[in-house]
């Protein structure tokens, strides 16, 4: 490949700064950005570098009229344009967040927890605390649960409120099979990934930001050199744009696993954790973990499979 240079442009994502987002480490990018822009048919359009033959200093002097260039140099304006029809809004109804908002409305601001003590340190249990055993032995110790005023007294009963009386964002699900040639019963859990998908679409956390239409953005306003920087400036979302009836959305699903394996079931088994996202949501949110744009929807088993006649092609 001969020597040049790519256009690109950072994007104002209007409220998020993608200079405050946290550093992402190597599974997370991996994780939120899977593939690249030419996996996706995108084609890079290269300019061959600028030339600069520097003037000497006397020939400079020798012509007063001369004018530096960076005094008339232009700045170019970039320029974009959006698939027409694509993204229209066909109807309406109310995420799972803001019916239930509207079904609490005249309780506590801090419901289901009772205080905003109770939802505080609610918070920092699942978001900073250390752990289930280490916090119900914490709430063990005679006085701390009633000088705290709290509504739950160990990690159980804080995991039960948190399942049971706060929007879901998907259910879970359990599944047991077999493999032909082995009698091993192999357990997944798992979550519908349309359940995901629509969860982390209507989430109303980021509704303002949310690519449902493809664009093609330029360095210029004379579309000679074409800009890639989302998911949806690349021509295979112009493409599907194309065999899809008017006002319909592409929602670009993607899926990735996490080599670390957890212990989590009861029996202490291992599974390889699988989560899900979409194209749709800016890469500065979705490669942000606090913004949760990542769905856990899976844990995948890890069965060594000893003992059986399967080959490990077929396995």
Not at 55 to 83: G, L, W, Y
Not at 173 to 193: A, H, N, Q, S
Not at 297 to 312: H, M, R
Request: hydrophobic content about 35%; glycine content about 6%.
């Amino acid at each position: 490949m001969e020597s040049g240079e790519v256009s690109v442009e950072a994007r104002d994502l209007r409220e998020v700064d993608e200079q405050e987002s946290d550093p992402p480490s190597d599974d997370e990018c991996s994780v939120g950005d899977p593939f690249s822009v030419e996996e996706m048919g995108a084609e890079f359009v290269f300019t061959a570098p600028e030339t600069r033959n520097p003037t000497p200093p006397h020939d400079a002097a020798s012509q007063p009229n001369s004018v530096d260039d960076s005094e008339t140099r232009r700045v170019a304006k970039p320029s974009h344009e959006v698939f027409d029809g694509a993204g229209e809004v066909l109807s309406q109804s109310s995420s799972k967040y803001e019916s239930w908002k509207k079904s609490s409305e005249g309780t506590s601001p801090y419901a289901p927890f009772t205080s905003q003590i109770d939802y505080g340190v609610a918070k920092w249990a699942k978001e900073l605390g250390p752990g289930d055993t280490a916090l119900s032995k914490l709430l063990e110790i005679p006085g701390v649960v009633a000088a705290l005023g709290l509504s739950w007294r160990n990690a159980r009963q804080l995991n039960q409120i948190i399942d049971h009386n706060l929007p879901h964002l998907a259910s879970w699900g359990r599944l047991e099979f077999k493999l032909d040639g082995t009698d091993r019963v192999i357990e997944c859990f798992y979550r519908d990934p349309l359940e995901c998908i629509e969860s982390l679409y209507g989430n109303p956390a980021w509704a303002d930001v949310l690519h449902v239409a493809p664009e093609r953005h330029y360095t210029d306003t004379t579309k000679a050199t074409r800009i890639y920087n989302e998911m949806n400036t690349g021509n295979w979302w112009w493409r599907q744009q194309k065999n899809l009836p008017p006002g319909a959305t592409v929602v670009l699903v993607v899926v990735s696993s996490d080599k670390t394996s957890l212990k989590v079931l009861s029996s202490g088994k291992e599974a390889y954790p699988a989560y899900l996202t979409i194209g749709n949501i800016p890469k500065s949110i979705r490669r942000k973990p606090s913004m949760h744009a990542q769905l856990l929807f899976a844990y995948l088993p890890t069965e060594q499979f000893t003992g059986t006649t399967l080959s490990k092609e077929q396995i």
